[in-house]
T-cell receptor
Framework: NAGVTQTPKFQVLKTGQSMTLQCAQD?????MSWYRQDPGMGLRLIHY???????DQGEVPNGYNVSRSTTEDFPLRLLSAAPSQTSVYFC??????????????FGPGTRLTVL | DAKTTQPNSMESNEEEPVHLPCNHS???????IHWYRQLPSQGPEYVIH?????VNNRMASLAIAEDRKSSTLILHRATLRDAAVYYC??????????????WGLGTSLAVNP
């Protein structure tokens, strides 16, 4: 298993550009989520999904869109990039056993800089 | 959402045990206590989780207080590779509180050779 993969690893955007961060997992996990991590900070939840066709907002959803058309993929779209979105983005997935969400598996991250 | 409190930083010597504390005084009866760690320039990785009883796995042990208001992650013999930020997080089992994990700043562990 490749686990959770993210592309690209690094990206530089200009203010106002749009782009999609890709996330895929091959573990058949129902739950997927996107976090951002700013320097010296903990992770903040952007959006999450508990299954294909189901998404919901986290703590900091503004400026980001998600969709979940398949179990495997959970792309994160930046609509109009702003310098405040400069951050490291992590995608994570987990599965559920007996109604309890298990450990989260994280991708390696995408380091985004918005100029 | 129930919050956790951890010391900002701790220091240990290589091959000595490390006890990382976490306070969660507002924990509810169905919240699981999860620990993750994040090595420099990497994504977080799962360490251990528990509900009421102490738990052991190949990476660490989790000691949970009887009243569940605090817990301690125990690394039995610290290595240089254990230098990381350790996060203590509560995860509920109800539909409303099990989907959003609230991450604090964690404890930055330094391991001296």
């Amino acid at each position: 298993n490749a686990g959770v993969t993210q592309t690209p690893k690094f990206q530089v955007l200009k203010t106002g550009q749009s782009m999609t961060l890709q996330c895929a997992q091959d573990m058949n996990h129902e739950y997927m989520s996107w976090y951002r991590q700013d320097p010296g900070m903990g992770l903040r939840l952007i959006h999450y999904s508990v299954g294909a066709g189901i998404t919901d907002q986290g703590e900091v959803p503004n400026g980001y869109n998600v969709s979940r058309s398949t179990t495997e993929d959970f792309p994160l779209r930046l609509l109009s990039a702003a310098p405040s979105q400069t951050s490291v983005y992590f995608c994570a997935s987990s599965t559920r056993l007996a109604g309890v969400w298990n450990e989260q598996f994280f991708g390696p991250g995408t380091r985004l800089t918005v100029l | 959402d129930a919050k956790t409190t951890q010391p900002n930083s701790m220091e240990s010597n290589e091959e000595e045990p490390v006890h990382l504390p976490c306070n969660h005084s507002t924990i509810s009866g169905t919240d699981y206590i999860h620990w993750y760690r994040q090595l420099p320039s990497q994504g977080p990785e799962y360490v251990i989780h528990g509900l009421t009883s102490n738990v052991n796995n190949r990476m660490a042990s989790l000691a949970i207080a009887e009243d569940r208001k605090s817990s301690t992650l125990i690394l039995h013999r610290a290595t240089l590779r254990d230098a990381a930020v350790y996060y203590c997080i509560l995860r509920g089992t109800n539909a409303g509180n099990n989907r959003k994990l609230i991450w604090g700043l964690g404890t930055s562990l330094a391991v001296n050779p």
